[in-house]
C-alpha cells in the first residue's frame, strides 16, 4: 500500500502526460501481482466497494486528538482525509511492516461489514505513513482524485507490452481485476486473452481539422457531408451473450462505459449492433445546447426527474457492425445505407440518423457552415458545432488516418479582452506567467471597470509565452503567491484577443458568464485596453443563444 | 526572582538585564548572543557579539569583516559570566553551529532554543537537551499536522525519481544555509556520488561547511556547466530560483523543493512543485512537544510560528505558557527575499 500511496502522491502532483505515464508504468513493471493489478483498477475507476463516510473518519479523529487542536489543524490543512492522515497519532504497540498492502484493503472493503469497519480502517492507519494514510483515506471515501484518466492508465499498462492502448480498451470490457492474464500476456508469459464481450468496445475513428484550402485540393464528388453536433461522441453497443441475453452498453469516445449515466438510451438498442453517434439532449423534437447536456452530465445520480427532464437521444453516424457481421471494411456510403434501415427498423424517437447536407461543389459547403439553418440543420443549427466532411469509399479505420474524415469547425466566437492577472505554470512552464485571468468593460457604481470573464492557458506559441510572460514580469502592479495582478488601466495593459466555443451563465463568476473552451488567439500589442470588448457585448451574446436555443427552459417544461 | 526578571521580551528580541545583553536581536544592540546564522536571527550591526565559532564565521561570510565591534567564539558548553548571569551555548542540531542559549541567574535556568531539531544531520553537532526552568521555544511547525517523518525516505524518493526520469535535471530547492548542505550531505549517505551542481549563491557557504570537514563529495556550479552535462543531475537552488529566469537553463527539470512546509499539499501546490519533500530543520509537532516535556520546565514561552496550537498544547499539560511578540523572525528564505526586496 505504501508503495501505491507514494505513486499516488507523484500522480497528484505530475503536471505532464508523459511523466505521469512513466510513473505508472514504472510502478506496474516493478509490482507483484495481484496488488499491481489491484491498482490498475484503482486507477481506471474499476474498483465497487461502498464508501466510508465522512462523518466516519471524523469520528475516528476525534475519538484520539484533542478537538482544539483538530480544530486548528483542519483550518489549516483544509481538506479532512489530508488533516486525518497527518494528525493520525502513532501507536507505540504497532510493529513496523504492518502496513496492509492494497490486495487486503481491496478484498476487504468489499466483504466487510458496516459494523466493522471503523476499527478496520483504524488498524490500517495504524500501520501506514503520512502518505500511506492519505492514499487509504482517499481510496476509501471515493475521493481518489489525482488527474488520471482511465484511458491514461491503459495507455501505461499497454506500453509493459509495447502495445497500442487500443488493443486494451477492446479486451478492457471482458477483463477482471486484478488482470492477471492480461499482464501474463503483456509480459509475454502467456496468450492474448481471449475477449469474449457480447459488446465490446471499438477504437472510433477521427477526423483532422480542416481550413478551407485542404477542401480545395479534394474532388467535392467523392465525398459526403454532415453536420458536426456538438454534443459528447459515444458508441452504442449491443449483443448476444452465450445465453443468448442481448448485453447493451454505451462508451465515451475513449472507451470509458458510461451505461450507468444513461439507461434511457440503452433500452433503445433491441438488435445486435454497432452505432457511432452523439449524444444530445432533445426537448420537444429540438437538439439543446451542449450547456443543457452539460447540467445532466453534472448531476450525480440518475433519477427519473432527471432523465424526464434532460431526455437523451441518439444522433447515429455511422454502423460498425450488426449481427455477428464487422462492417467497418465497408465503404462508408454502404455503411450509412444499413444504418438507415437498422434506424427504420429500430423505430424509436430517441434515435435518428445526422442527415446529410446536399452540395455539389465547395462553395455550397462553405455557405452551409456559415448558415447552417437555411442548408437543412433549421432550428437546430446552434447545436451544430460545424461540418465532417468523409469520403464514400472510405472504410472505418480507428485512430486518426489523415484523407478519408475532416472536421471542419465553425468559425470560434472572439473577443478583445485585457489581460489582469497571470499566474505560473507548472512542471516546464513553472518559471513562466501562463495562466492568464482576462476581464473586459463594464459599468459598475464606482465607474468603468474590468470584470473578470474567464482565464486561459493555451493558444499562444512558444514565442508568444516568452513576450507576455516578459510582459507580466516587466509589468507587476501587485503579487499574490504565485499569482500577479498585472497592470490594466485604460491606457495601459495587454489586449488579448480571445477565442471561445460557447457561453454559459455562472453563479461562480464575478460577471456571472463562463466561457466554453477560451483560448489566446493573438496578442493585440497594437490595441489600447480602453478599446477592448464590454460585458454587454457577451451578455448580448449569451441572450441570442437561449433565445434561439432553449426557448421552452426554465419553466418546469417536462 | 521571577524569569520575567531576567529574561524581558522587547520587540526587538528578548533582553537579559541582569546580564546586560540581548539574544537573537532584530534591531542593532550592545551585546548579542546569537543562537545561529540564519539572516532573520543573525544581523549585522550590533556592539560586540559572542557565538559559536561557525556561526561568527557565517555572519563574517554573510555581512563581511565588519559586521560587528567586537566578537567572542564560545564552545559548546563553556561558562561565560555576563554581569549578574552567566550563559552558555549547547548544540541545537539546527544548521552547522547553532546553539540554544541558556542563561542562569540566582539559580533560576532559562533556555532560549533558537531554531532546533531533535533528529540526526550529517552536517551538525546532535541536539542536546538541556534541563531548565523557562524554555524558549519556536513553533514554526507548531501544528499536529507537521510530522516530519523519516529524511532519508525522502531522499529515497528523490533517487528513484532521478532514476526514472534519466533525461531530466532535478531542481530541488533548498535553503542556501543548512538545508542545501544537509540534502547533498544525506544523497551522499545513501550512495549517490554523481556529482551534485549548486546555484551560485550557496557557493560559499557550501565550500564553508567543506571546509569544516564535512564531506559532500564533488559539488559543482551551475555556471560553468552546459544543458547537456545537466541531464540527470540534481541542481540545489535557493527555493526563489525555482520560479527564477535562472530556471529555464534546465533540461525539463524536475521541480523538487526540500523543506518541512511540503508537509501540506495546498503549499507544495501553491509553489509549482512536482516532488515535495519533507525535510526539515525545524522540530515537527512531536519534537516540539517531546522537547518541551523532556526539558523539564514548568514554563514555556512561544517566540515565532503556529504559536496557538502549541500554547493550547502546554496548557493542558498545566505548564504555565506565554507568546512572544517578536517581530522579524520567520523563515529563512522570507528574511532572504526581504534584505533582496530593500537591497
Redesign the interface.
Known amino acids: 500500500m505504501n508503495r501505491f500511496a507514494?505513486l499516488l502522491d507523484?500522480l497528484?502532483?505530475?503536471?505532464g502526460r508523459n511523466?505521469k505515464l512513466?510513473?505508472i508504468a514504472?510502478y506496474l513493471r516493478r509490482t507483484p501481482d495481484p496488488e499491481r493489478g489491484w491498482a490498475l483498477a484503482a486507477l481506471t475507476g474499476a474498483l465497487t466497494f461502498k464508501h466510508a463516510k465522512a462523518g466516519m473518519i471524523r469520528g475516528l479523529i476525534a475519538e484520539r486528538?484533542?478537538p482544539?487542536?483538530?480544530s486548528?489543524?483542519y483550518d489549516?490543512?483544509?481538506?479532512l482525509s489530508?488533516?486525518v492522515a497527518?494528525?493520525w497519532p502513532?501507536d507505540p504497540n504497532q510493529k513496523s511492516g504492518s502496513a496492509p498492502t492494497l490486495t487486503e484493503v481491496v478484498q476487504t472493503l468489499s466483504t466487510l461489514g458496516k459494523a466493522q469497519l471503523p476499527a478496520k480502517i483504524a488498524r490500517w492507519l495504524d500501520g501506514l505513513?503520512?502518505t500511506g494514510r492519505w492514499a487509504l483515506l482517499k481510496l476509501v471515501t471515493g475521493g481518489l482524485r489525482i488527474g488520471v484518466s482511465a484511458r491514461l492508465a491503459k495507455t501505461a499498462v499497454a506500453s509493459l507490452g509495447n502495445q497500442p492502448p487500443d488493443e486494451i480498451e477492446i479486451l478492457w470490457p471482458g477483463l477482471q481485476a486484478p488482470y492477471l492474464d492480461l499482464f501474463a500476456w503483456l509480459e509475454g508469459r502467456a496468450e492474448r486473452p481471449s475477449t469474449r464481450d457480447p459488446a465490446p468496445f471499438r477504437p472510433p475513428m477521427l477526423a483532422h481539422a480542416a481550413e478551407k484550402s485542404d477542401l480545395a485540393r479534394l474532388d467535392a464528388a467523392d465525398y459526403l457531408a454532415e453536420w458536426k453536433w456538438d454534443g459528447i461522441r459515444v458508441q452504442a453497443v449491443a449483443g448476444r451473450d452465450q445465453h443468448g441475453e442481448l448485453v447493451a452498453r454505451l462508451y465515451s469516445r475513449t472507451g470509458e462505459e458510461i451505461s450507468k449515466s444513461f439507461p434511457d438510451l440503452l433500452a433503445l438498442l433491441r438488435l445486435p449492433c454497432a452505432i457511432d453517434g452523439e449524444l444530445l439532449i432533445m426537448r420537444e423534437a429540438r437538439v439543446q445546447s451542449f450547456n443543457v447536456l452539460q447540467q445532466r452530465l453534472n448531476r450525480k445520480s440518475v433519477t427519473s426527474k432527471l432523465l424526464a427532464e434532460f431526455p437523451a437521444h441518439l444522433r447515429a453516424y455511422d454502423l460498425l457492425a450488426e449481427e455477428d457481421e464487422d462492417l467497418r471494411d465497408r465503404p462508408f456510403a454502404t455503411r450509412r445505407e444499413r444504418l438507415q434501415a437498422l434506424i427504420t427498423r429500430l423505430s424509436d424517437p430517441r434515435i435518428d440518423i445526422s442527415p446529410l447536407i446536399s452540395f455539389k461543389n465547395w462553395s455550397d459547403l462553405t455557405a452551409a457552415r456559415a448558415d447552417p439553418a437555411s442548408a437543412g440543420a433549421g432550428v437546430d443549427a446552434d447545436a451544430v458545432e460545424g461540418i465532417m466532411v468523409k469520403r464514400r469509399d472510405a472504410p472505418y479505420v480507428p485512430g486518426r488516418p489523415r484523407g478519408p474524415w475532416w472536421k471542419w469547425k465553425r468559425d470560434p466566437m472572439i473577443i478583445d479582452a485585457v489581460l489582469m492577472y497571470a499566474q505560473?505554470?507548472?512542471?516546464?512552464r513553472?518559471?513562466y506567467y501562463s495562466d492568464y485571468t482576462f476581464g473586459v468593460w463594464s459599468k459598475r457604481d464606482s465607474g468603468e471597470e474590468l470584470v473578470p470573464v474567464g482565464k486561459a492557458y493555451f493558444g499562444f506559441t512558444d514565442e508568444e509565452l516568452v513576450q507576455i510572460d516578459r510582459f507580466v514580469r516587466r509589468n507587476t502592479v501587485d503579487r499574490f503567491?504565485?499569482v500577479r495582478e498585472v497592470v490594466h488601466e485604460p491606457k495601459s495593459g495587454l489586449v488579448l484577443e480571445v477565442a471561445f466555443e460557447g457561453l454559459q451563465r455562472s453563479t461562480r463568476h464575478k460577471s456571472g458568464i463562463a466561457m466554453r473552451f477560451p483560448r489566446i488567439n493573438r496578442l493585440r500589442w497594437d490595441k489600447p485596453p480602453a478599446e477592448a470588448d464590454r460585458l454587454e457585448t457577451l451578455e448580448s451574446l449569451l441572450t441570442q443563444r437561449e433565445h434561439a436555443t432553449m426557448p421552452t427552459v426554465g419553466g418546469g417544461n417536462v | 526572582m521571577r524569569p520575567e526578571d531576567i529574561l524581558v521580551p522587547t520587540p526587538s528580541g528578548v533582553c537579559c538585564k541582569p546580564g546586560g545583553f540581548h539574544i537573537d536581536p532584530t534591531r542593532p544592540v550592545e551585546k548579542a548572543l546569537i543562537t545561529h546564522g540564519h539572516s532573520d536571527h543573525a544581523r549585522a550591526g550590533h556592539g560586540a557579539v559572542l557565538a559559536t565559532q561557525e556561526t561568527l564565521d557565517i555572519m563574517r561570510l554573510r555581512y563581511g569583516d565588519n559586521f560587528a565591534g567586537s566578537i567572542q567564539a564560545v564552545r559548546y558548553g563553556e561558562i561565560v559570566k555576563l554581569g549578574g548571569a552567566t550563559a552558555s551555548f549547547h548544540p541545537a542540531g539546527h544548521v552547522l553551529g547553532s546553539a540554544q542559549i541558556r542563561v542562569e541567574c540566582n539559580g533560576l535556568r532559562v533556555v532560549a532554543s533558537g531554531d532546533y531539531k531533535n533528529v540526526a544531520d550529517p552536517t551538525c553537532t546532535q541536539f542536546e537537551l538541556v534541563p531548565c526552568d523557562v524554555f524558549i521555544t519556536e513553533a514554526t511547525f507548531g501544528?499536529?499536522?507537521?510530522?516530519h517523518?523519516?529524511a532519508a525516505?525522502e531522499i529515497g524518493?528523490l533517487l528513484r525519481?532521478v532514476e526514472?526520469?534519466l533525461e531530466r535535471a532535478h531542481l530541488v530547492g533548498a535553503y542556501s544555509l543548512g538545508k542545501a548542505q544537509r540534502v547533498i550531505a544525506m544523497l551522499r549517505a545513501a550512495g549517490h556520488d554523481q556529482p551534485i551542481y549548486i546555484h551560485g549563491a550557496m557557493e560559499t557557504i557550501t565550500r564553508y561547511y567543506q571546509s569544516r570537514t564535512i564531506d559532500l563529495g564533488r559539488v559543482e556550479l551551475v555556471r560553468g556547466a552546459n544543458k547537456a552535462e545537466l541531464c540527470g543531475r540534481i541542481v540545489i537552488c535557493p527555493p526563489s530560483a525555482?520560479?527564477?529566469?535562472?530556471?529555464?537553463r534546465f533540461p525539463?527539470?524536475?521541480?523538487a523543493f526540500a523543506s518541512g512546509w511540503m508537509?501540506?499539499?495546498?503549499r507544495?501546490?501553491?509553489?509549482?512543485?512536482?516532488?515535495?519533500l519533507?525535510i526539515s530543520d525545524h522540530a515537527d509537532w512531536?519534537g516540539l512537544t517531546a522537547t518541551i516535556t523532556a526539558t523539564g520546565a514548568s514554563e514555556v514561552w512561544v517566540t515565532h510560528g503556529?504559536e496557538?496550537?502549541l500554547l493550547?498544547?502546554c496548557r493542558?499539560k498545566s505548564l504555565k505558557a506565554r507568546p512572544l511578540d517578536i517581530v522579524g523572525y520567520g523563515d529563512e528564505e522570507d528574511a532572504a527575499a526581504q534584505a533582496e526586496a530593500e537591497a
Open positions: 507514494e507523484r497528484a502532483y505530475e503536471p511523466a512513466r510513473l514504472d486528538t484533542d482544539a487542536l483538530f486548528l489543524s489549516y490543512v483544509g481538506d489530508e488533516t497527518l494528525m502513532l505513513d503520512e505560473r505554470g507548472h512542471g516546464k513553472s518559471s503567491g504565485p | 501544528l499536529p499536522v507537521f510530522r517523518h523519516d525516505g524518493k525519481s526514472l526520469f525555482i520560479s527564477d529566469l535562472w530556471s529555464r525539463d527539470p524536475v521541480v508537509r501540506v499539499r495546498a507544495a501546490r501553491q509553489r509549482g512543485v512536482t516532488l515535495p519533507v512531536d503556529q496557538d496550537a493550547h498544547w493542558a
